[in-house]
């Protein structure tokens, strides 16, 4: 694609607003690409710009926030429809995913990782909202910058339960492993668990939300671009159908990405407490 074809989501909107359909007088199929991930400052102060992604990622943070803090501001015993709803949500991460990978012992780490996983959550549903409609996940400096949190949470907690050479140990030397592979295994466990943990970790729910958004945006704007008279109208609607399917498959998709971000972080936290590797 060069340079001079890239154009922004701004300017595919003004395009299919103008009538872009299939007929021998239309325009060609304006794909989207990379340009739908591509968002003018909203403001700037200097040289930061504050965009679209930025605002959404506040707005999902404050929402969490918020929904915790109606929820449990004033618990009672017989809880109204807000706690009700919080307590299922936090005794889900807590039972399914926290107790299941760490244990009992895993308590203190429940309010983080119920944290993330509704804050990662809501970012991926941002996909579906309207006028939002972006997954911020989809950008990868939010799951990268939480794979960060957890790999650093990993880190601490490894070297302060076994100090620093049980820690290393712990990091790179398998247990009831014969000596003579462990010229092998031990490199490839140091890269595994330093370098190739945090990157899986990020890269996975980046990956899925960018293909999923993509994959939406471009059927969209086939419905609306195969949308002319005759058999247009069928293409347009088979194509409506698809984003319809889609976008109920993306839902079940964010809800997963979010269980698999924090399961492998609570599986992470747990290696970093086990007595041996």
């Given at each position: 694609?060069?340079?001079?074809?890239?154009?922004?989501?701004?300017?595919?909107a003004?395009?299919?607003?103008?009538?872009?359909?299939?007929?021998?007088?239309?325009?060609?199929?304006?794909?989207?690409?990379?340009?739908?991930?591509?968002?003018?400052?909203?403001?700037?102060?200097?040289?930061?710009?504050?965009?679209?992604?930025?605002?959404?990622?506040?707005?999902?943070?404050?929402?969490?926030?918020?929904?915790?803090?109606?929820?449990?501001?004033?618990?009672?015993?017989?809880?109204?429809?807000?706690?009700?709803?919080?307590?299922?949500?936090?005794?889900?991460?807590?039972?399914?995913?926290?107790?299941e990978?760490?244990?009992?012992?895993?308590?203190?780490?429940?309010?983080?990782?119920?944290?993330?996983?509704?804050?990662?959550?809501?970012?991926?549903?941002?996909?579906?909202?309207?006028?939002?409609?972006?997954?911020?996940?989809?950008?990868?400096?939010?799951?990268?910058?939480?794979?960060?949190?957890?790999w650093?949470?990993?880190?601490?907690?490894?070297?302060?339960?076994?100090?620093?050479?049980?820690?290393?140990?712990?990091?790179?030397?398998?247990?009831?492993?014969?000596?003579?592979?462990?010229?092998?295994?031990?490199?490839?466990?140091?890269?595994?668990?330093?370098?190739?943990?945090?990157?899986?970790?990020?890269?996975?729910?980046?990956?899925?939300?960018?293909?999923?958004?993509?994959?939406?945006v471009?059927?969209?704007?086939?419905?609306?671009?195969?949308?002319?008279?005759?058999?247009?109208?069928?293409y347009?609607?088979?194509?409506?159908?698809?984003?319809?399917?889609?976008?109920?498959?993306?839902?079940?998709?964010?809800f997963l990405?979010?269980?698999?971000?924090?399961?492998?972080?609570?599986?992470?936290?747990?290696?970093?407490?086990?007595?041996?590797?």
């Open positions: 694609m060069t340079k001079e074809s890239v154009v922004s989501a701004d300017q595919l003004q395009q299919l607003a103008s009538g872009c359909h299939l007929t021998p007088a239309g325009c060609g199929f304006p794909a989207p690409g990379l340009n739908e991930f591509q968002f003018d400052p909203i403001f700037s102060i200097g040289s930061f710009g504050f965009n679209k992604p930025m605002l959404l990622s506040f707005v999902c943070a404050l929402l969490v926030i918020v929904f915790f803090w109606v929820a449990f501001a004033k618990p009672k015993v017989l809880p109204g429809k807000m706690q009700l709803v919080g307590e299922i949500g936090y005794d889900f991460v807590k039972r399914a995913i926290v107790f990978n760490i244990g009992k012992k895993g308590e203190k780490y429940v309010p983080m990782m119920v944290s993330l996983f509704f804050f990662v959550w809501v970012m991926n549903i941002m996909s579906v909202i309207p006028l939002a409609q972006f997954p911020v996940t989809a950008v990868i400096g939010w799951p990268a910058g939480l794979a960060i949190v957890c650093l949470t990993y880190m601490t907690l490894t070297f302060k339960k076994h100090g620093f050479v049980g820690g290393l140990k712990n990091l790179c030397w398998p247990s009831g492993v014969p000596g003579w592979v462990m010229f092998i295994l031990v490199p490839i466990e140091f890269f595994s668990n330093i370098f190739v943990r945090p990157f899986t970790l990020a890269v996975r729910a980046f990956a899925n939300m960018f293909a999923g958004h993509l994959l939406i471009m059927f969209s704007i086939a419905t609306w671009y195969l949308l002319s008279p005759s058999l247009g109208a069928l347009g609607t088979t194509s409506f159908v698809v984003t319809l399917g889609l976008t109920a498959f993306e839902l079940l998709v964010q990405q979010a269980y698999i971000f924090v399961t492998l972080a609570s599986s992470y936290i747990a290696g970093a407490l086990e007595e041996a590797h």
